[in-house]
Structure formats: structure tokens, C-alpha cells
């Protein structure tokens, strides 16, 4: 990850701007929807994408689907899956 040089201070209500160029550099238009996630100490934004992606590729597709626990697999993703299932289950069964 490789820092921008930008450091904002929080308003009152824990809100931010986000610069211009940083804004035009990873294609942000008016009133994006973005995503926020945290790992360690850092909160990491990202555009919003209503797709969700695959566990196995990280494919985003219309076609994935939603198993139970909120796993997301598409295809790809649900055969290669299934094929180390079987083998680990051979593995075991010998």
C-alpha cells in the first residue's frame, strides 16, 4: 500500500473529505457509494460494487451464487471446490 501524502483532520461528526485528485485518480463521481472495511489498525475504502465476489477467484458476477453462511461462489469457483472436495474426501476415505 503506498501512501498518498494526504492527512485530513475529522470534523465533529467523524467525517472526512477526500481530496480531488485523489477523488479523479480512482474515478470517484458525485455522490459514489463507497465501501468500508478495517483490517488491523487501518479502514480501507472502496467503490461500492453490489456484486458480490466470489470466495474461491474473487470473480464479480450476476450468476455467483449465495450459499448458506453468506458464501459466495460463482461457477468457476463451485467446481474447483467441488473437485479438491472429492479429492480430499478420497484422500480420507483410503
Known amino acids: 500500500m503506498k501512501s498518498t501524502g494526504y492527512v485530513r483532520k475529522l470534523d465533529q461528526l467523524g467525517r472526512i473529505s477526500l481530496p480531488m485528485k485523489l477523488r479523479c485518480k ?3 463521481k458525485e455522490n459514489p457509494e ?5 483490517k488491523n489498525e487501518m479502514i480501507i475504502l472502496k467503490k461500492y460494487n453490489p456484486l458480490s465476489p466470489c470466495l474461491i477467484t474473487n470473480e464479480f ?3 455467483n ?6 458464501i459466495i461462489l460463482s461457477q468457476q469457483g463451485a467446481e474447483e471446490l467441488l473437485l479438491e472436495l472429492q479429492s480430499k474426501i478420497k484422500v480420507e476415505m483410503k
Do not use: A, R, S
Not at 34 to 38: C, I, P, Q, S
Not at 65 to 70: A, H, P, Q, R
Open 26 to 28: 480512482i474515478d470517484i
Open 34 to 38: 463507497l465501501e468500508f472495511f478495517v
Open 61 to 63: 458476477n450476476e450468476q
Open 65 to 70: 451464487k449465495e450459499l448458506t453462511g453468506g
